[in-house]
Structure formats: structure tokens, C-alpha cells
Nanobody, 123 residues
Framework: QVQLVESGGGLVQAGGSLNLSCVVS????????MGWFRQASGKSREFVAV????????SYVDSVKGRFTISRDNAKNTVYLQMNSLKLEDTAVYYC????????????????WGQGTQVTVSS
């Protein structure tokens, strides 16, 4: 059974930082692309970042470029999202996603999703 468990969310002031983690079990982690999505209250789910199986390729939505960094540790079955210079508009529930296909992850069609972790940015 595949499980994705996010952690690291919380309340932070604008300009602050958070580091989200997503631990995967039940699959050979290194064979899967991983991504982060977010969903703000009343809005649709939005792609944030994706990382290839090896970690050599990453991609971000324009609104987080230069502020967020996605990384992975295949030995720990974990993907991370380092979020710096947080803005009020970054407030959302953040989800990690896993799929064999990087394109499916980017397209929001990943087969496996975590339960989400809340990130709230205050002024």
C-alpha cells in the first residue's frame, strides 16, 4: 500500500520560511517523479513544483521561482519543499504527489497523493 505523509506546515509570518517534507512508503521511491501542489481556500488545486526521479530536473510555477526549492533524498524516501520569502498568497494546503510519469505529476494526474499539510502565512 502506497502512503505519502506530508509534514512541516504551520503558521509563519510573511517573509519567513518553512520546509515541507513528504515521506513515501510502499513503492521504490527512486523510480518515481515527485511533485508538490497547493490548494487555497475556495480555489482549485495548483501545481507548485516537480522533481525527476534522480533529482536532476526540477520545474516550478512562475509564482514561486526563486523562492521555493524542491529536492529529494532517495535514501530516505523523502521529497522536500523549501519555501523562503513566504507571501500571504502562499497560504494553502500543500500536497505531495507521486507518479512514474513526470508529465502526469505536472498535469495533476498523479496516481498517489498525500493528505496535505496546512501552510498559513500571516502579515
Amino acid at each position: 500500500q502506497v502512503q505519502l505523509v506530508e509534514s512541516g506546515g504551520g503558521l509563519v509570518q510573511a517573509g519567513g520560511s518553512l520546509n515541507l517534507s513528504c515521506v513515501v512508503s510502499g513503492r521504490t521511491f527512486s523510480t518515481y517523479a515527485m511533485g508538490w501542489f497547493r490548494q487555497a481556500s475556495g480555489k482549485s488545486r495548483e501545481f507548485v513544483a516537480v522533481i525527476s526521479r534522480s533529482g536532476g530536473i526540477t520545474s516550478y510555477v512562475d509564482s514561486v521561482k526563486g523562492r521555493f526549492t524542491i529536492s529529494r533524498d532517495n535514501a530516505k524516501n523523502t521529497v522536500y519543499l523549501q519555501m523562503n520569502s513566504l507571501k500571504l498568497e502562499d497560504t494553502a494546503v500543500y500536497y505531495c504527489a507521486l507518479d512514474l510519469s513526470q508529465n502526469r505529476v505536472v498535469g495533476g494526474l498523479a496516481n498517489y497523493w498525500g493528505q496535505g499539510t496546512q501552510v498559513t502565512v500571516s502579515s
